[in-house]
């Protein structure tokens, strides 16, 4: 069994992982490409450690959908108005005492071109790269719920419990706080500068 995972400076670990979603009578492979840049979580979480009573605690995490080679998801001031408001949602969340996390989706890849135009967004705890409208994330938190808008660029902020018992995390179900969809919502004074 692996010890825990460093906690001084950043965390840096890269996984791959395989997924199956069943689709009709068949089924469909994705790869996806998760690196995990910043430990997000309270120590609780990452330590994986016997404890004698459970440590339960609610988390926060932001996720961007957009993708390098959609136009609006590359418009000028985009990127920094996002940060300012993925600041601005982590500074709420941590004022709360809740956990917080961002996650960064890109539709296309490859990794490369996907993983550095989301660093231009934020620095992410974890990046979900590729796969298009059937990228997992995209699978997750957009096709799955009824109400949400398939557009990008998008920013999804979820809450959910955890809890960090003695031999397991429960994760409690993903509740949708907000979301911010589109040039218009996610940087309006961009939008509003913006030429049609």
């Known amino acids: 069994?692996?010890?825990?995972?460093?906690?001084?400076?950043?965390?840096?670990?890269?996984?791959?992982?395989?997924?199956?979603?069943?689709?009709?009578?068949?089924?469909?492979?994705?790869?996806?490409?998760?690196?995990?840049?910043?430990?997000?979580?309270?120590?609780?979480?990452?330590?994986?450690?016997?404890?004698?009573?459970?440590?339960?605690?609610?988390?926060?995490?932001?996720?961007?959908?957009?993708?390098?080679?959609?136009?609006?998801?590359?418009?000028?001031?985009?990127?920094?108005?996002?940060?300012?408001?993925?600041?601005?949602?982590?500074?709420?969340?941590?004022?709360?005492?809740?956990?917080?996390?961002?996650?960064?989706?890109?539709?296309?890849?490859?990794a490369s071109d996907g993983e550095a135009w989301l660093y231009e967004f934020d620095k992410f705890d974890e990046l979900i790269i590729g796969h298009n409208w059937l990228n997992s994330a995209v699978v997750a938190h957009i096709w799955s719920d009824p109400d949400a808008k398939p557009a990008i660029p998008q920013l999804v902020l979820i809450r959910r419990h955890i809890r960090n018992g003695q031999r397991s995390i429960a994760v409690g179900q993903d509740s949708v706080v907000r979301r911010w969809v589109g040039v218009g919502e996610l940087a309006p004074a961009v939008a509003r500068s913006l030429r049609y």
């Open 1 to 110: 069994m692996p010890g825990p995972p460093p906690t001084g400076g950043r965390l840096r670990a890269a996984a791959i992982v395989g997924l199956s979603i069943a689709i009709g009578a068949g089924a469909t492979a994705l790869v996806l490409h998760v690196r995990r840049a910043t430990p997000a979580a309270p120590a609780a979480a990452l330590q994986y450690t016997k404890a004698a009573s459970p440590v339960e605690y609610f988390e926060e995490q932001a996720i961007l959908f957009g993708s390098p080679t959609c136009g609006f998801s590359k418009i000028h001031g985009l990127a920094a108005a996002t940060r300012q408001l993925i600041d601005s949602i982590r500074g709420v969340a941590l004022a709360r005492g809740d956990s917080f996390s961002t996650v960064g989706v890109s539709l296309e890849g490859p």
